[in-house]
């Protein structure tokens, strides 16, 4: 059993790699937290979904623009004072808007704009804390490093949507917000630990050159674009989380109740994955765990798709049917699934970079991860609506299973990359 659990020896043997997980960690609770606040007083104050779905848009289009801009600014400075300076300007963000809770501003517009700002900080934040993590471990802990990371989010995004509702609830909004403020600014202590990390080779100055060359950089190495190119078939071919609000009020029941149990179910698996995560690191052939862990993933989401074909239907007081509970375990495994496969893609974008490069793949990592489930959302939807939510699963899982195996067989380098011998 303990061959099978998490390998901490990252934290153990790295100052200040455990300084930044723990910070990261903090920090990744308060914005789950934030997330779910910010959508539930946009809808008390407007009464529509639509204006709840806009926060996302808001937050998106920032993420994805910065994401790309904000890894050149990363490679060209001190990862250490851009991941500080990023991470103080979103415990500016996370005081504003505890500041317009109390005040009771009541306009959506504030915080439309507060989501903007923050999602472009994080934009920042996030390649910069990323493109660092094999300077602070070493190549060869980064499977573990990324398992703990995988942790670190699916704790998260666990612990920050109950906290929500709990302090919501409670206190209102203002104090939930507050609870943020603590820690972010526990996570900014924390991280001022680091060392100096400057990037390691030519460093170009911040501009639309440094982009392009990041870019070129991508479509030359074919190992680091099929991490991208696997993880946008599983995203917009087999992302079911649209489907779940018509599953729970049509087909299983159960309603908002329902919806609750899959969204968990994904994260519940992606915390069993990381915790349960230590052979992992024994692991050479990653390209081929990506394939293995993603085809997972796409067979998950198919028998998730079959589980709730073969539903009866909701019982006259709408609750949920007992095929709630396999297709929640389906949901699992496909979080887990989920998770191995982000632990490699990870380590292999990691490994196979140049540091003075880093920067810039990550953020486009980060456009990638923000825009792919996105698309998802749009394409399983629309198949949704030409046929029904059951047969919506079943198609995204199996187009996803065939995107992937035709992938497997076109890029045998892919499937053969070797984590002792890192190829781009």
Do not use: K
Request: positive net charge; proline residues 6%; hydrophobic residues 55%.
């Amino acid at each position: 059993m303990p061959a099978l659990l998490m390998d901490l020896t990252p934290l153990r043997v790295s100052v200040p790699y455990r300084r930044m997980w723990f910070g990261t960690s903090l920090s990744g609770i308060g914005t789950a937290l934030t997330t779910v606040v910010v959508g539930l007083q946009v809808y008390e104050i407007t009464g529509s979904t639509a204006s709840v779905g806009l926060v996302g848009l808001f937050g998106l289009v920032p993420l994805v623009l910065l994401g790309l801009y904000g890894g050149v600014v990363v490679d060209a400075h001190d990862r250490r004072a851009v991941i500080l300076l990023t991470a103080g300007g979103l415990t500016v963000v996370a005081v504003a808007l505890t500041a317009q809770a109390f005040a009771d501003l009541q306009d959506v517009r504030v915080l439309y704009a507060l989501v903007a700002v923050q999602n472009g900080l994080f934009a920042i934040n996030s390649p910069a804390r990323s493109a660092v993590v094999p300077r602070l471990v070493g190549l060869h802990l980064l499977p573990a490093a990324n398992a703990l990371s995988s942790l670190s989010f699916g704790v998260a995004m666990t612990i920050g949507p109950l906290l929500a509702g709990v302090l919501v609830g409670w206190a209102g909004y203002g104090w939930a917000y507050g609870v943020e403020v603590v820690l972010l600014v526990l996570a900014l202590l924390s991280l001022r630990a680091l060392p100096a990390l400057p990037p390691d080779g030519d460093v170009r100055r911040a501009g639309l050159r440094s982009v392009l060359e990041g870019l070129r950089f991508l479509t030359d190495r074919p190992t680091v674009r099929g991490t991208f190119l696997v993880d946008l078939a599983a995203m917009v071919l087999a992302m079911p989380r649209v489907l779940f609000p018509a599953i729970g009020v049509v087909l299983i029941g159960g309603g908002a109740r329902t919806v609750g149990v899959l969204t968990a179910g994904i994260a519940v698996g992606s915390v069993l994955a990381g915790i349960l995560s230590g052979p992992l690191g024994r692991v050479r052939r990653q390209g081929l765990a990506v394939v293995v862990a993603v085809l997972g993933w796409a067979l998950a989401v198919a028998a998730f798709g079959v589980v709730v074909a073969l539903s009866p239907a909701p019982g006259p007081d709408g609750g949920a049917t007992a095929a709630l509970w396999p297709a929640a375990a389906c949901m699992v495994l496909a979080g887990a699934a989920d998770t191995i496969s982000s632990i490699f893609r990870s380590t292999i974008l990691q490994a196979a970079t140049p540091d003075v490069l880093r920067g810039r793949l990550q953020g486009i990592f980060i456009v990638v991860v923000a825009g792919g489930p996105r698309l998802g959302d749009v394409v399983l939807g629309t198949v949704a609506e030409l046929t029904d939510e059951a047969r919506a699963a079943i198609l995204g899982g199996v187009a996803c299973v065939v995107a992937v195996a035709l992938f497997a067989v076109l890029q045998p380098g892919f499937r053969r990359y070797d984590a002792l011998h890192p190829t781009p």
